[in-house]
């Protein structure tokens, strides 16, 4: 137990070491230069190292199932894989607050090395936020959720990971998730320095719009990992469920699209710094109250890792603190900001981004409300409500529809005069067009519902507008370009499927057989087999066509040791045009399992989308970076 002892101090140097750093740049802020003799450098490395040290030391205890560290005895298994003895150590509570505090200390020391063209009186004050965001996690760290307590007497095994958490794709998707949120930890520090300076211009804008970008990219990657794992892993057949903890992560996503928007109207024409400034600080307070939300136990979903209300009330305390401080310091300086009177022509970037940044907001408080309000009810009148699909469908629907239009319209326009759309009238043309194209589609679908009609309008011109932009040797922003027609894409792709989409649920036996559109549906057999930590239970499953032709599925259902969970695994045959999915649930006490199968249109298209959104982001960040 010796790397528990290594670990526990190493938090606490750290701790110390914070502590110096904030009082030693206050003291010596006055003296610049002399301050930076001091070596600000060194002493930010030898944080983020003994935060290493520390995590090394909790990954080495997990490895060698060293139960009496209460953290490992709560989440490991001396039968568990290794490559989930790993993950299992940021699959908890104390363990991913480790792993945010790791990532947290390694970027501060990364933008310290990055910033050297920055002012001096810049680097500093971002460096003071920064240790005041370190000290809150680090405090919150050791004194309510130490993941290097110890339990007497030392058991001779642990309680086990969950097993849903016991997957590829989730073992990777937190850490992926995490480079996102916390890289905006920095934007945030940078924003609230740069506002003090007095340095809210183009300059500024150019140097954070590289942090932005790489915090959106991690983050979209994040987003997506979690989808992907929530489609096969919890045997649901979907993609996205509105599910208060996939709102959580989508909150701070939508706000850093719109700040990655308005950063280019600021490079460009140093104008919209005070908006810079306000989305700066919504999205690193939404990724901390994202923090609160999940480690306070008051959602209820499958991905919440804590239930501790005194956890959740510290955390939310830090949270109003990090609020009220920024509002007072923009208050403050505000008068600092090099404020341009501009005016917009309505058919200019400037204007159209402008429009999203609206629209993106209105999206982001329907998805607020729509999380936090059950809360605040239960709260208040004890009554339990879901907010679910149908809720966001409503309200974020109809405006999505003029969203992309001027998405689409956006990258046609010049930044500065509107004279440029007097050549651009085929673009109403071509939109008549695409109204028609949907009317005709949807109308052999079988729906012509008006607002589906205008929102497929809206998406394939986006997708056309994009995909002639990218065909144009003339085209200069390929990266914006990418983005958009995976953005086109990935909505096309939801449509389709989501108004495509067959499925049937019944309970049968072996032997049974049901019949589905024009196929049947076959419950040969089940058969029972080991795997590594679990006992599996294989039903085989063939669906004959009108054709004959026959498909085999091997869903499996899963009886885990420790825990002793039972969990569905669902079987997927992908192709380019669809998914078929098979999964099945046992019935207590009876021979009978839950079958349910589902056709699934375009899903692959789904997956590809937003990595093509992805690519178009790292095209930027790739740019920029020269």
């Known amino acids: 137990m010796i790397f528990n002892f290594i670990g526990s101090y190493s938090v606490i140097i750290s701790l110390f070491l914070s502590v110096f750093i904030f009082l030693k740049i206050l003291f010596k802020l006055k003296n610049l230069n002399h301050f930076l003799s001091f070596n600000l450098k060194n002493l930010i490395f030898f944080q983020f190292f003994f935060v290493l040290v520390s995590f090394i030391s909790l990954l080495i205890l997990f490895l060698n199932s060293e139960f009496g560290n209460i953290t490992v005895y709560n989440n490991s298994h001396t039968t568990k894989p290794i490559f989930y003895k790993i993950s299992g150590l940021w699959g908890n509570h104390e363990g991913s607050l480790l792993l945010w505090l790791l990532i947290l200390t390694f970027i501060n020391f990364s933008y310290f090395l990055t910033s050297k063209n ?29 993941p290097f307590s110890e339990i007497f007497p030392t058991p001779k095994e642990g309680l086990g990971l969950n097993p849903i958490l016991q997957d590829p794709i989730l073992a990777i998707h937190p850490p992926v998730l995490y480079l996102g949120y916390v890289s905006t930890s920095i934007i945030f520090s940078s924003s609230m320095s740069s506002l003090i300076s007095g340095n809210v211009n183009s300059s500024w804008a150019s140097h954070i719009k590289s942090w932005i970008l790489g915090s959106w990219i991690f983050l ?19 993609f996205w469920f509105w599910d208060p903890v996939e709102n959580i992560s989508l909150m701070p996503w939508i706000s850093l699209t719109a700040l990655l928007h308005c ?87 400037e204007s159209h981004i402008l429009i999203n940044n609206w629209f993106l907001m209105y999206f982001l408080s329907v998805i607020l409300i729509g999380t936090i309000y059950p809360i605040f009810l ?51 043309l071509f939109f008549i067009i695409n109204l028609i194209l949907s009317y005709v589609i949807l109308k052999l679908i079988g729906k012509t519902k008006l607002t589906l009609i205008l929102l497929l309008t809206a998406s394939f011109y986006l997708f056309f507008i994009s995909f002639k932009d990218l065909l144009k040797k003339s085209y200069k922003n390929y990266a914006q370009g990418i983005s958009h027609f995976g953005f086109s894409l990935l909505i096309l792709s939801i449509i389709f499927n989501s108004i495509l989409s067959k499925e049937i649920t019944s309970n049968l036996k072996v032997g049974d057989e049901i019949k589905f559109q024009n196929s049947k549906i076959f419950f040969k057999k089940i058969e029972i087999s080991s795997g590594p930590n679990f006992e599996k239970v294989i039903g085989q499953f063939v669906i004959k066509d009108s054709r004959n032709n026959k498909t085999v599925f091997l869903p499996e259902i899963r009886i885990y040791n420790q825990p002793e969970v039972i969990t569905s695994e669902a079987h997927i045959k992908t192709s380019i045009l669809k998914d078929r999915f098979l999964v099945i649930n046992p019935i207590k006490n009876k021979d009978y399992f839950n079958v349910r199968y589902q056709e699934k249109p375009l899903m692959l298209w789904i997956w590809i989308s937003v990595i093509l959104i992805m690519i178009g982001g790292s095209i930027n960040f790739l740019k920029n970076e020269k």
């Open 263 to 349: 950063i280019l109207v600021l490079e460009k024409r140093s104008t919209l710094g005070s908006w810079s400034i306000i989305l700066s600080i919504s999205t690193f307070t939404l990724s901390v109250c994202g923090t609160f939300l999940v480690r306070s136990g008051i959602l209820n979903s499958v991905h919440t890792f804590a239930n501790d209300p005194e956890r959740g009330l510290y955390i939310l305390l830090f949270l109003f603190f990090i609020i009220f401080m920024s509002l007072i310091i923009y208050f403050f300086y505000e008068e600092k900001l090099q404020v341009t009177k501009k005016t917009f022509g309505l058919f200019t970037k």
């Open 378 to 428: 239960e709260v208040i009148s004890n009554q339990i409500i879901s907010v679910g699909p149908p809720f966001f469908n409503k309200l974020i629907i109809p405006f999505l529809i003029p969203f992309l239009i001027f998405m689409s319209l956006g990258p046609n326009l010049g930044w500065i005069n509107n004279k440029v759309i007097k050549k651009k009238f085929h673009l109403l």
């Open 220 to 238: 979209t990657g994040g987003i997506l990992l979690g989808s992907i794992w929530a489609y096969y892993e919890l045997g649901w057949g979907g």
């Open 118 to 146: 920055r002012s001096i009186k810049e680097r500093l004050f971002t460096s003071i936020f920064q240790q005041i965001i370190i000290l809150g996690f680090l405090i919150f760290l050791i004194f309510t959720s130490n």
